[in-house]
């Protein structure tokens, strides 16, 4: 069983940056495939990125691929999302996930209970 909090969302100006971090409660953590998913108002949840477990893979979607930068600490059980150039349209509920099989909302085992991220114009 793993339990995720996450923190860092706010209200930030476009062009502005925000760092999400993501801890992770149990001693498995290192062996879990961890990312990051968003949500925003009236749309389906949506891949964000993701790192495997070494830290040594990540994969991003093209919305935010450039802009964002998905890092763990293996020895602090906690995972990080940098957004940097934010945009109106990156605002969202951002959820941490652990366990992910793939980039789908069904292949993820675990989830965190989300934190707002708003991007004002």
């Known amino acids: 069983q793993v339990q995720l909090v996450e923190s860092g969302g706010g209200l930030v100006q476009a062009g502005g940056s925000l760092r999400l971090s993501c801890a992770a409660s149990g001693r498995t953590f290192s062996s879990y495939r961890m990312g990051w998913f968003r949500q925003a108002p009236g749309k389906e949840r949506e891949f964000v990125a993701a790192?495997?477990?070494?830290?040594?893979?990540?994969s991003y979607a093209d919305s935010v691929k450039g802009r964002s930068t998905i890092s763990r600490d293996n020895a602090k059980n906690t995972v990080y999302l940098q957004m940097n150039s934010l945009k109106p349209e990156d605002t969202a509920v951002y959820y941490c996930a652990a366990d992910l099989k793939g980039v789908g909302v069904k292949s993820v085992n675990y989830w965190g209970q989300g934190t707002q991220v708003t991007v004002s114009s």
């Open positions: 790192i495997s477990w070494s830290g040594g893979s990540t």
